[in-house]
């Protein structure tokens, strides 16, 4: 694949958004921007295709930020309301366009989506809601086609464990994005082999049940081998400028906002 691909990561913090709520810690409160971080999300551009990672709560926030005017899909990691509760707010995105956007899932994350979305995904009689596909995806690569025009892209999705929440990541010719993950099994890191660009779940410095730590997520990273690896989901216990420098090289703390090129 030596189509370029162009990726927005458009929010990099864990499931409360940072700065916290109430909170007067040093993070909470530093002035630097790469504190300030919404849930975690990225805009995919590749071959004319706009992929969409997770619509978490900040999404519109997000999508005002960076000028989002098109999404041709969704692909979701799973199901946890930090990465899906958007789902709604994609409603814009087919005023130019009655086509449904479809929404790849993994299959336990596919299921639950149509329990808490029954009105997207199953009732549909209330007028105006999101025209949105559901798609139930297996292990296979899959394509994701340009709404507009003729062109695709290939899509391998990435297998991997959140604590027992089965999760996917994908990869997008030599990127690949895996948040909310502390356990990729021997055949996923296969199917990340030649990755030159990762973006990698690592949530703080102390240990988690669910996440990478930012030590954890450093060994996965050497493991893979990537030119750059950004990590995302950080909780308000990692300071950018403090942990970042701490480091090994072709490792990074991402931020908002950040624009990657592969
Ligand atoms: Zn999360
Ligand atoms: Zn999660």
Redesign the pocket.
């Known amino acids: 694949m030596g189509d370029p691909v162009r990726v927005t990561l458009l929010g990099t913090g864990t ?1 409360t958004g940072i700065p916290v709520i109430g909170c007067d810690c040093r993070v909470c409160q530093s002035r630097d921007p790469r504190d300030v971080r919404t849930r975690c999300s990225a805009l995919v551009e590749a071959n004319g295709v706009s992929i969409l990672i997770d619509a978490g709560p900040d999404f519109r926030s997000q999508a005002l930020r960076e000028g989002l005017t098109h999404i041709d899909a969704v692909l979701i990691t ?1 199901h ?1 309301f ?2 899906v509760v958007g789902l709604d707010d994609l409603r814009p995105f087919f005023f130019q366009n009655r086509a449904p956007i479809p929404c790849f899932a993994p299959p336990e994350t596919e299921e639950i989506l149509r329990r808490k979305f029954d009105y997207i995904f199953e009732d549909r009689s209330y007028p105006g809601v999101p025209n949105l596909s559901l798609v139930r995806l297996g292990e296979s690569p899959f394509t994701v086609e340009s709404r507009g025009s003729d062109s695709g892209v290939t899509v391998t999705p990435i297998p991997a464990r ?1 604590g027992s ?1 089965p ?1 996917y990541g994908y990869r997008v010719g030599d990127f690949a994005y895996l948040t ?1 993950t502390n356990h990729i099994p021997p055949a996923s890191m296969d199917l990340l082999d030649g990755v030159q660009v990762l973006v990698l779940d690592a949530l703080r410095r102390a240990p988690h049940a ?1 996440h990478f730590s930012l030590d954890e997520a450093v060994a996965v990273s050497r493991e893979v081998g990537a030119r750059e690896t950004w990590f995302v989901h950080m909780t308000h216990s990692v300071l950018h400028a403090e942990e970042d420098a701490e480091l090994p090289a072709g490792v990074k703390l991402a931020y908002d906002g950040l624009k990657l090129g592969i």
Request: charged content about 20%.
């Open positions: 499931s799973h946890h930090d990465h959140h929440t999760v909310d669910t």
